[in-house]
């Protein structure tokens, strides 16, 4: 089976910082582009950033250009997102996905 499991999430000040990460299993990781996606109350998915195979080509929406990063790790079949700067309008639940499908997400929620 395939298994996305996202973590890292929480409650941070705007401004503030955190680093998720995404746990995969029951594929070849490292053969896959892998993306981050969330979803706000109310709203439709918005994809936030996405990677290739490999982690040398990057896609960032333009809510977050400069502010995230995104990155893998292959030999430990672990993807990463680096949020900074973080805006209220980033509160949403993420998720990782790829071609297979989308794990269980991680709530993010930025407020003062």
């Known amino acids: 089976d395939v298994q996305l499991q996202a973590s890292g999430g929480g409650l941070v000040q705007p401004g503030g910082s955190l680093r998720l990460s995404c746990v995969a299993s029951?594929?070849?990781?490292?053969?896959?582009?892998m993306s981050w996606v969330r979803q706000a109350p109310g709203k439709g998915p918005e994809y936030v950033s996405a990677?290739?195979?490999?982690?040398?080509?990057?896609y960032y929406a333009d809510s977050v250009k400069g502010r995230f990063t995104i990155s893998r790790d292959n030999a430990k079949n672990t993807l990463y997102l680096e949020m900074n700067s973080l805006k209220p309008e980033d509160t949403a639940v993420y998720y990782c996905?790829?071609?297979?499908?989308r794990g269980q997400g991680t709530q993010v929620t930025v407020s003062s």
């Open positions: 996905a790829n071609s297979r499908g």
């Open positions: 029951g594929f070849t990781f490292g053969s896959y582009d």
């Open positions: 990677t290739n195979s490999g982690g040398g080509t990057s």
